[in-house]
């Protein structure tokens, strides 16, 4: 792999993104103020379609960079469910913990606990696809299945997945000024640190799986499938954000003690 990072990736995932979203946004002024008024107007398409940036910004590398082809040799890359039991148990575990963690922990100084956000639990699994697919998930396709190895190439272990999670948190930006979006509820230092925190995260799970690249849609899909079931972000103007700061402190801490790991581990290897 060469060591000169692809900057048309960046480009290219930026404006797709911004330009949808920033039509979103300008289509919604004065418009939908939650979730459920977006989801009936063209606001909601158009985020769903911003969010496809990086897998662009990657196919656009592919097919610009390594030529015609390439982009179906990559993505054949991602035709494999064989992860390994750890790393499913990890995913599950890891995310899982720390959201119920996050959503129960307020109670212990007297706050309410806040009700699940899905219909009910059953319709968990389906939700978990669709977030694979299409509510985060797919943007793996860049992040980690195709920016990450050049970062990490360049930048090593530690530093590359904090330079990709605030460059990921800043990808985010426009959805502070979409009404209706999870993000006008959270504050944007804290989610650039979870955003580090899962960057760390991630790239140990594809690379545990054996660099099975279609695990990076499965954690991502599966993090933000837990949100509603496990809320730990209140979706009410100047509500007291505490379960989202304990969340996106505990990513950030279980990032940092798997990087250490793998550092430790790779400096045993001699890698």
């Not at 925190?197 to 954690?219: M, T």
Request: contains cysteine; glycine residues 10%; hydrophobic residues 55%.
């Amino acid at each position: 792999m060469q060591n000169k990072i692809p900057v048309r990736f960046f480009v290219v995932t930026f404006l797709w993104s911004w330009i949808f979203w920033g039509l979103a946004i300008l289509i919604g002024q004065g418009g939908a103020e939650n979730l459920v008024e977006m989801a009936a107007g063209i606001e909601f398409p158009l985020m769903i379609i911003g969010a496809f940036g990086p897998m662009m910004g990657a196919f656009y590398s592919l097919r610009t960079i390594d030529g015609k082809g390439a982009i179906k040799n990559h993505l054949k890359q991602y035709l494999s469910l064989k992860f390994g039991w750890k790393v499913w148990i990890a995913m599950f575990a890891v995310l899982g913990i720390s959201a119920v963690v996050a959503w129960i922990l307020p109670e212990l100084w007297g706050m309410n606990r806040l009700p699940m956000l899905l219909p009910n639990i059953w319709i968990f699994p389906i939700y978990f696809v669709i977030m694979i697919f299409f509510g985060g998930g797919q943007e793996e396709v860049g992040w980690r299945g195709y920016i990450s190895p050049y970062l990490e190439k360049k930048f090593g272990l530690f530093y590359a997945p904090i330079i990709l999670g605030i460059v990921w948190a800043a990808w985010h930006l426009p959805l502070w000024f979409m009404p209706g979006s999870s993000q006008t509820y959270m504050n944007f230092f804290g989610f650039t640190v979870g955003c580090i925190g899962y960057s760390y995260f991630f790239s140990w799970v594809i690379k545990e799986s054996g660099n099975r690249l279609f695990s990076g849609l499965v954690v991502h899909g599966l993090a933000n499938a837990f949100a509603p079931l496990f809320p730990w972000i209140i979706m009410e103007p100047d509500a007291n954000q505490i379960r989202f700061w304990i969340y996106c402190i505990l990513i950030f801490i279980i990032g940092i003690i798997i990087v250490t790991l793998r550092i430790v581990k790779s400096r045993k290897n001699g890698i």
